[in-house]
């Protein structure tokens, strides 16, 4: 599609470069940077070396200061470094400025997740998502960014005397878009006609952080062979499964990973995607409880829940991954009954927080599946009496 594109084929060396801005937490931005080098090894990457600099704001021409630019450069020029990637967004200035500085391609955080995705689409739908998103990133970093785009399609043999190549490049990019929107309008179409001619069951949706265990969860509940890896974003395309518990049946989706600081063209790419996540009943709500910092993680999916309007829906929370939590937590050597008081009080609390509509499971371990299943059992029963208490009593 352009022509600076990155080959993640082969094991490249990168570091990360990240401002803490006046107001921002510095283990906060360190949370960030973790969280980049894991989409980094998500696509192949090995990171080498961080850096940070405390700043008011970031560099207008550079993001970081000269100093830092130049400890950047001494490092690549020491070091066999194949990209460097920031943490926030660049505009196409600052990537042009950045790389004729250190020679080495430049790219940020928004780059390197649309790159991930576009390796992980496998529908025409989520293909269509992913290059939508790719061409709204470039249209406004064309000018410093790219010398020229291929030329294919609309736009060919157009330019008009004494338009710039620049001026053609970004018409073909706004062809593009526009084209790609109504293909992706039209995908739509066809999803919204399939999710209306499920008939009257009750759709259960599983949300969460990415990489918390969702599509485990999926294999579990529905037995089907849904693609789980230890990966970031190793799910973009919705999967839907009938399921039956209890001889209760309903629909169960599995959706794509939340993640902060997602690049808001992705959020908007990927709005028919989430359509399953408005749509559904009941919302199964993942969390990585072995995960330091899941407390956070569980704030930014109510939060991207409630930006799509779906935080009234019932929610159950799934506390996944207990048996790395307890592996985590606590001490081969603490007492047996210490270790119980101290998960119980953990339990006592969420329960509390929840209204009793959460439960504590490992997926890979099989662990308390049954209590998971009854607890999805109850709630399906109980909308099915509410939405369709024709149908509720052949289910029992």
Same mark, same amino acid.
């Given at each position: 599609m352009i022509e600076k594109k990155i080959n993640y084929n082969n094991t490249i060396n990168v570091v990360l470069v990240a401002v803490i801005q006046?107001?921002?937490?510095?283990?906060?931005v360190k949370e960030y940077l973790d969280e980049l080098q894991f989409l980094a090894e998500t696509a192949g990457a090995v990171t080498v070396k961080t850096f940070t600099q405390k700043l008011d704001h970031p560099d207008s021409r550079t993001? !970081? @200061?000269?100093?830092?630019?130049?400890?950047?450069?001494?490092?690549?020029?020491?070091?066999?470094v194949d990209l460097v990637i920031f943490d926030d967004e660049l505009t196409g200035s600052q990537i042009s400025n950045i790389e004729k500085e250190l020679k080495?391609?430049?790219?940020?955080?928004?780059?390197?997740i649309l790159d991930i995705f576009a390796s992980r689409a496998q529908t025409a739908q989520a293909k269509v998502q992913v290059e939508l998103a790719q061409y709204q990133y470039i249209l406004p970093r064309l000018k410093g960014m790219w010398k020229h785009l291929e030329r294919q399609g609309a736009g060919i043999g157009s330019r008009g005397p004494g338009e710039t190549e620049i001026e053609t490049d970004r018409r073909i990019v706004k062809d593009k878009i526009s084209l790609l929107r109504k293909r992706l309008a039209e995908i739509d179409k066809q999803a919204f006609t399939q999710r209306k001619d499920r008939g009257e069951f009750i759709r259960v949706?599983? !949300? @969460?952080?990415?990489?918390v265990g969702k599509s485990t969860i999926m294999n579990l509940l529905s037995k089907s062979d849904v693609f789980a890896e230890n990966k970031l974003f190793a799910t973009l395309d919705t999967t839907t499964r009938k399921v039956v518990l209890g001889h209760t049946p309903f629909l169960l989706s599995d959706t794509v990973g939340f993640i902060r600081k997602l690049p808001h063209h992705l959020i908007e790419s990927f709005k028919s995607t989430l359509d399953e996540v408005r749509e559904a009943d009941i919302l199964l709500h993942v969390v990585d409880i072995s995960h330091p910092k899941y407390e956070e993680q569980i704030a930014v999916v109510n939060k991207t829940l409630q930006e799509l309007k779906s935080f009234d829906k019932p929610i159950i929370i799934l506390f996944n991954k207990m048996d790395q939590y307890e592996k985590n937590t606590f001490d081969q050597w603490l007492p047996e009954e210490v270790k119980e008081q101290l998960l119980a009080e953990l339990k006592e609390r969420w329960q509390i927080q929840t209204n009793g509509h959460c439960v504590f499971i490992s997926a890979t371990q099989k662990t308390n599946i049954r209590e998971l299943r009854q607890v999805v059992l109850n709630q399906v029963r109980e909308l099915y009496q509410s939405k369709y208490p024709y149908k509720a009593e052949f289910f029992y």
């Open positions: 006046k107001g921002q937490e510095e283990h906060l993001f !970081v @200061g000269k100093g830092k630019l130049q400890e950047i450069k001494d490092f690549i020029l020491r070091k066999q080495v391609t430049t790219i940020d955080r928004s780059d390197l949706a599983l !949300v @969460g952080y990415t990489n």
